[in-house]
């Protein structure tokens, strides 16, 4: 999976936020603002990755347990594939 095209992580006065771009912006209304967790994982998903991989990456990046860390991915993949931005 991966985050669709026509998404852009940006960093705007110390908030990390998705912007719509090109004919993305006229469909998605809204804005998206991502903790570090979440602007962390969103790099991940920039390029083609599993929710394993991305459990073996935040492991290694933060100092979480597998059961957390297994939970938050979960549910930020479903958020993120209920407003329609993976594919």
């Known amino acids: 999976m991966k985050i669709k095209e026509g998404f852009v992580l940006k960093n705007v006065a110390d908030a990390t936020i998705v912007v719509p771009t090109g004919k993305t912006s006229l469909d998605f209304n809204g804005m998206i603002t991502l ?3 979440g602007a962390f994982l969103w790099r991940l998903l920039e390029d083609e990755t599993t929710e394993e991989q991305m459990l073996a990456a935040m492991l290694k990046e933060y100092d979480v ?3 957390t860390a297994r939970t938050g ?3 930020f993949v479903a958020k ?3 407003e329609g931005l993976l594919v």
């Open 65 to 67: 347990d597998e059961a």
């Open 80 to 82: 993120l594939a209920n």
């Open 35 to 37: 903790n570090d967790t």
């Open 73 to 75: 991915i979960a549910r």
